[in-house]
T-cell receptor, first 116, second 113 residues
Framework: GAVVSQHPSRVICKSGTSVKIECRSL??????MFWYRQFPKKSLMLMAT?????????EQGVEKDKFLINHASLTLSTLTVTSAHPEDSSFYIC????????????FGPGTRLTVL | GENVEQHPSTLSVQEGDSAVIKCTYS??????FPWYKQELGKGPQLIID?????GEKKDQRIAVTLNKTAKHFSLHITETQPEDSAVYFC????????????FGGGTRLMVKP
C-alpha cells in the first residue's frame, strides 16, 4: 500500500522556539496533503489542507501565522510550529491523498511534539 | 457540512468473537467511507473502504457494510485476535478532489486473550 513518512517522530523543544515537521509521500504523488492534530483519546482534528504550489487552507480557529504550511512538491509538505508554547504540545499527523484515482487518503506515523 | 457519529466508543470482546462498530452520517452526498485502525502512538492505517456503488466489501476477517438509504455503515471483524486491539475510526466524504474526510469519534476495541 501507499506509504507516507513523517519526520521527526518525536521532538522536544523549549518554549519560544520553532519546530518543523516533514511529511513525504514515498511511492505516490499527492497534490493534496492534510495536517491533523490529535489530543489524547480524541479523534483527529483537521488543521489545514495544502495543495501543491498554492497556499494552504486553514480550518476555523487555526492560526495560519503560527502553523506555517508549505507544500513545495508533489511528495513533500512541511508544517512549522512557530514560537511554540506548551499548549502546542500534541500529536501531529499528516495525510496525503493519492491523486491517481480513487482518492484514498493515507496517514503518516505522526509526530509527538512536547514543548517545555 | 457532514457529521459522522460512531458507536460504541469502547468495545471489549473475547478473542475469537466478532466485533461490530457502527457509524452514521448526515450528508447524503457522501459516497466514500473508509475505516482506519490506529495503534497507540502511531498514525491511522487504512484497513478497508467502501464506495456507495456497493453494499458490502470483504477482506479476509474484515468486512464493511453500507446502507445508503439509512445513511449508516458498519465495520465487522470476525475471529478477533489480540492484535486487533486498537482505536478504529470511520470517516465519510464526497468522492472528489475538493472534499475532506469527516471522522467519527473513534472506537477503542479491546480483544481479551
Amino acid at each position: 500500500g501507499a506509504v507516507v513518512s513523517q519526520h521527526p517522530s518525536r521532538v522536544i523543544c523549549k518554549s519560544g522556539t520553532s519546530v518543523k515537521i516533514e511529511c513525504r509521500s514515498l511511492d505516490f504523488q499527492a497534490t493534496t496533503m492534510f495536517w491533523y492534530r490529535q489530543f489524547p483519546k480524541k479523534s483527529l482534528m483537521l488543521m489545514a489542507t495544502s495543495n501543491e504550489g498554492s497556499k494552504a487552507t486553514y480550518e476555523q480557529g487555526v492560526e495560519k501565522d503560527k502553523f506555517l504550511i508549505n507544500h513545495a512538491s508533489l511528495t513533500l509538505s512541511t508544517l512549522t510550529v512557530t514560537s511554540a508554547h506548551p499548549e502546542d504540545s500534541s500529536f501531529y499527523i499528516c495525510s496525503a491523498r493519492d491523486s491517481r484515482g480513487g482518492y484514498e487518503q493515507f496517514f503518516g506515523p505522526g509526530t509527538r511534539l512536547t514543548v517545555l | 457540512g457532514e457529521n459522522v457519529e460512531q458507536h460504541p466508543s469502547t468495545l471489549s470482546v473475547q478473542e475469537g468473537d466478532s466485533a461490530v462498530i457502527k457509524c452514521t452520517y448526515s450528508d447524503s452526498a457522501s459516497n466514500y467511507f473508509p475505516w482506519y485502525k490506529q495503534e497507540l502512538g502511531k498514525g491511522p492505517q487504512l484497513i478497508i473502504d467502501i464506495r456507495s456503488n456497493v453494499g458490502e466489501k470483504k477482506d479476509q476477517r474484515i468486512a464493511v457494510t453500507l446502507n445508503k438509504t439509512a445513511k449508516h455503515f458498519s465495520l465487522h471483524i470476525t475471529e478477533t485476535q489480540p492484535e486487533d486491539s486498537a482505536v478504529y475510526f470511520c470517516a465519510a466524504r464526497e468522492n472528489n478532489a475538493g472534499n475532506m474526510l469527516t471522522f467519527g469519534g473513534g472506537t477503542r476495541l479491546m480483544v481479551k486473550p
